[in-house]
């Protein structure tokens, strides 16, 4: 027997052993558990700028702050966090691949944590577009990672379950930000409590460090002999034409979340805001609320209606709820936060869908960076149309409302480009 073929033999007895290594149900659930928290914290330094941007540029611009400066800030703040969150899933996704699931998530929550504990320090917005950008880097890195230790870790039968907690936990995270706003108002004089708040997270990213690894990505390691660079391997053929229909599929919720439905928040409160201090956090907290339910129960509408159709009707629906409730109603109206909790829902049935489609589309071994860019590299989109949608701002002249209707259309894109994507209904991640 030759030396090569002792080789092989050593890596063949070395695959066969990682591939039955089977995560322990406690370990699975303390996988999950984990995650779903990392994602919670995500979803905080997601719905932050939101509710405290207005409180923000008015405490720092002082007597300069107009209302299209307001809106201006909120676009460059929210775009500045998404670029970073876009180049973050991507680098960290990649580093996944490269040193492990675990590794790559407890890296991602302490880069976002400390970052986000130094806004409390700023002197200056710009200050806090810099740390925004370093916040997104972690914000971005967390979702691949989490989402592939999980789905690797958990039977296929059990999927569309986990995909669905692990949807929700960015909005749970929004929803328990706006129950706290709404208990302790951020106000132009009482802000900085909440930057300081979000450091917490940095102890799970310690946490984090101690979950057992994907027994799929150590069998995938140890049966790869020479692997292709993650990246290049994305952009030439076969899987070039997966990697640009995922990037459509994650662009257009994003985009749709952050040009448009974000908008309702700050219309909230610039029109109520004077006479009660918590209608914002009130809308964020109805918002999340459906949210928190849509992106939860996106996962078993794909599971059941199939992966494509459930996108499309998911795409209508979010079009016409996000349209009708800046077109149709205004903040203080009675049935205004009823709109809002349903388009939350809707809207975010997206966030459900993902977690379970992204996964199939890419093998174990490039798994964390083809989901990271396919679901982050929508957030350079994102941080386009939130810039674009700031630039409206002046256009209409401050109306909120009418900004967040126009952006609302992109979600109608998705009725199109679904019928381009694969069907994976019914297949396992071996497959």
Request: aromatic fraction near 12%; charge should be neutral; hydrophobic fraction near 55%.
């Amino acid at each position: 027997m030759t030396e090569g073929e002792n080789e092989n033999d050593d890596e063949n007895d070395h695959d066969s052993q990682v591939r039955t290594l089977v995560v322990a149900p406690g370990a699975r659930v303390a996988v999950l558990a984990t995650a779903f928290l990392g994602l919670v914290f995500d979803g905080v330094e997601l719905g932050l700028m939101p509710v405290a941007s207005l409180s923000v540029t008015r405490s720092l611009l002082g007597a300069r702050y107009t209302d299209t400066l307001g809106g201006d800030w909120f676009a460059w703040l929210t775009a500045s966090l998404m670029l970073g969150a876009a180049i973050g899933g991507i680098v960290f996704g990649s580093l996944g691949d490269r040193i492990g699931r675990v590794r790559a998530m407890g890296a991602s929550i302490l880069f976002y944590s400390c970052f986000a504990g130094l806004g409390a320090l700023v002197g200056s917005l710009e200050q806090l577009l810099v740390l925004r950008f370093l916040v997104g880097l972690g914000v971005g890195g967390m979702w691949p990672n989490g989402v592939a230790l999980v789905s690797e870790c958990w039977p296929n039968a059990s999927r569309p379950f986990v995909a669905g907690v692990m949807g929700s936990g960015i909005n749970f995270g929004v929803l328990m930000l706006s129950q706290v706003a709404r208990l302790w108002h951020v106000t132009p004089d009482s802000w900085r409590w909440l930057f300081g708040w979000s450091a917490v997270p940095a102890l799970l990213g310690v946490v984090v460090l101690f979950l057992p690894e994907s027994p799929k990505w150590l069998a995938a390691r140890g049966a790869a002999k020479r692997p292709a660079p993650p990246l290049a391997e994305l952009w030439r053929a076969p899987l070039l034409r997966l990697t640009l229909i995922g990037i459509l599929l994650g662009s257009i919720p994003l985009v749709g979340a952050w040009a448009a439905s974000k908008w309702m928040i700050p219309w909230a409160d610039s029109t109520a805001g004077t006479v009660q201090p918590g209608y914002k956090a009130s809308a964020q907290g109805w918002w999340a609320l459906g949210a928190t339910l849509g992106s939860f129960c996106g996962a078993p509408i794909a599971g059941l209606l199939g992966r494509r159709v459930a996108y499309f009707f998911i795409s209508l629906g979010a079009s016409a709820l996000t349209c009708g409730m800046f077109t149709l109603t205004a903040p203080l109206r009675p049935e205004f936060l009823v709109v809002v909790f349903v388009q939350g829902f809707v809207a975010t049935l997206f966030f459900g869908w993902l977690p379970l489609y992204l996964p199939e589309l890419f093998p174990t071994r490039i798994r964390a960076t083809g989901s990271g860019i396919a679901f982050n590299a929508g957030r350079f989109a994102t941080a386009i149309g939130a810039f674009g949608a700031g630039l409206l701002v002046a256009v209409f002249q401050g109306n909120y409302a009418r900004v967040g209707a126009v952006v609302g259309l992109v979600y109608a894109l998705g009725m199109i480009v679904i019928w381009w994507a694969p069907d994976t209904t019914g297949r396992t991640l071996d497959e």
